[in-house]
Nanobody, 125 residues
Framework: QVQLVESGGGLVQPGGSLRLSCAAS????????IGWFRQAPGKEREGVSC????????YYADSVKGRFTISRDNAKNTVYLQMNSLKPEDTAVYYC??????????????????WGQGTQVTVSS
């Protein structure tokens, strides 16, 4: 049974940092593309970052480039999203998605077959 579980969200002040985790079970994620998405109230889900394979390639949305870093630890079957210099506009529920198919566009949520339940990130003073 494929399962993704996000954790690490919380309340943080502007300029602060959080590290989100996406732990996979039921499959070995080293052969899967993993994407992080977020959804703010009243907005559509948007792609934040993606690690399409274990070759080190990464993608980022322009809004988080230079502040967020995606990484994977295949031994722990976990993908991380390190978020630094957080801004109030980063407030959202963050989700990770997985697929073993070739990605057409990493920003499209329909490209991913499995999703976690999400973790809330709130950036506020």
């Amino acid at each position: 049974q494929v399962q993704l579980v996000e954790s690490g969200g919380g309340l943080v002040q502007p300029g602060g940092s959080l590290r989100l985790s996406c732990a996979a079970s039921g499959f070995a994620l080293d052969n899967y593309a993993i994407g992080w998405f977020r959804q703010a109230p009243g907005k559509e889900r948007e792609g934040v970052s993606c690690t399409p394979s274990s070759d080190g390639t990464t993608y980022y949305a322009d809004s988080v480039k230079g502040r967020f870093t995606i990484s994977r630890d295949n031994a722990k079957n976990t993908v991380y999203l390190q978020m630094n210099s957080l801004k109030p506009e980063d407030t959202a529920v963050y989700y990770c998605g997985a697929t073993d198919s070739d990605l057409g566009n990493w920003r499209w949520e329909n490209e991913y077959d499995w999703w976690g339940q999400g973790t809330q990130v709130t950036v506020s003073s």
